[in-house]
């Protein structure tokens, strides 16, 4: 029997298939997976911004909007004028701003980290600050989807004198709203200065940073130990506020409770102290005690803090004093005192 042998033409055809088949199967596999309508094709690429405040600040979640935050502040010869910065920057009058922020995610729903000080406000002491015009600065902003302490400092806040031990921790001093948006573009401030006019403000964020700073008028000697500044600008904001709450600060000696500030003295006895640095006390008059207090009241010269001589020194010592305490390294410190996050009371 003979076996018959597949002709040429068969072979070929059989070939073919199998080709054919090897074809659609690669085709198959290389097609793309469709997309489910619940999932984008592209992703968004997303950016975290922080908007910082420092100063004497003040929180509190807009009673006209719930999805947006009131940051305010008090405006008072201890501070400089408010400016905002971001890549560019501009000065800001007393008045009241908005802050535009582009499309970003959820605001905050949770609860506040126990480092930001906390209380509480009437509704009446909240409205009586927000019209306090000439003598407030507000920002109104929406609600982040985080606040982030850009920096702590150790302290003590409570509504007694000095405020109770346990009260103290490392407390916000410098708070940042955080937001997670889709582009850099699209910041910019608007507002109504209580006097004269404001032309809103596009942001340009080379980083993704855009700072409200209200600065000292005149900075603490950080060899003063007493933190004079921090106390009076945390007592200028309860003030404000209408509240009764005191900071102290763990580290200070304990004279420092007789000069603080924020507790009312006679004109006399008010009058702030600076200790000069080891370099400049040796200047006057053969002082070698780095502590002693020099004050200027007036025209007056006041040396040491026992039976302290008073010398009429003019108006000019005072620019004098100034720059004497620059030059010789009195550097400058952040206010360390924290800022409020309020709930208005019901």
């Known amino acids: 029997m003979k076996t018959r ?3 040429a033409s ?26 489910s309508s619940a999932t984008p094709a592209t ?11 420092e100063g004497p600040w003040a929180f509190v979640t807009d009673p006209k909007d719930a999805n947006s935050v009131l940051a305010l502040a008090p405006k008072t010869k201890l501070h400089r004028d408010l400016y905002v910065a971001a890549s560019n920057d501009s000065t800001l009058q007393a008045g009241v701003y908005d802050l535009s922020v582009p499309e970003h995610g959820a605001g905050l729903s949770g609860t506040l980290d126990a480092g930001f000080a906390q209380a509480k406000i009437s509704p009446k002491a909240l409205q009586t600050a927000l019209d306090a015009k000439a003598g ?15 920096r702590r400092v150790r302290s003590r806040v409570g509504a007694s004198y000095p405020p109770d031990a346990s009260t103290e921790q490392p407390y916000a001093t410098f708070v940042s709203f955080r ?11 608007a507002g109504t200065p209580d006097n004269g006019t404001f032309t809103a403000l596009p942001l340009q964020l080379e980083t993704p940073t855009v700072r409200f700073s209200i600065e000292p008028a005149q900075f603490d000697d950080p060899k003063d130990m007493c933190h004079f500044h921090s106390r009076e600008a945390f007592g200028e904001t309860a003030k404000f506020l209408n509240l009764t709450l005191y900071v102290d600060f763990p580290g200070d000696p304990e004279y420092c409770h007789k000069t603080d500030p924020q507790i009312p003295r006679s004109t006399t006895a008010a009058v702030r102290e600076y200790p000069f640095a080891n370099g400049a006390s040796n200047l006057i008059a053969g002082l070698s005690d ?15 803090s026992q039976s302290p001589a008073m010398i009429d020194v003019g108006a000019w010592a005072k620019h004098f004093l100034s ?17 409020l996050f309020l709930t208005p009371t019901s």
């Open 10 to 35: 068969m072979t070929v055809a059989v070939a073919s298939v199998v080709l054919a088949t090897l074809f659609l199967a690669a085709c198959q596999q290389s097609q793309p997976t469709p997309v």
């Open 323 to 339: 720059a004497a305490l620059f030059l010789f390294h009195a550097q400058a410190s952040d206010c360390d005192a924290p800022p």
């Open 290 to 304: 780095s502590r002693t207090a020099i004050a200027v009241d007036g025209g007056m010269l006041r040396i040491g």
């Open 136 to 150: 407030r600065y507000v920002i109104r902003l929406p609600k982040p989807e985080a606040y982030v302490a850009a």
């Open 43 to 53: 992703v968004a690429t997303s950016e975290k911004v922080f908007v910082v405040f």
């Open 179 to 189: 937001y997670k948006v889709g582009s850099l573009n699209g910041f910019s401030l």
């Open 5 to 7: 042998r597949p002709s």
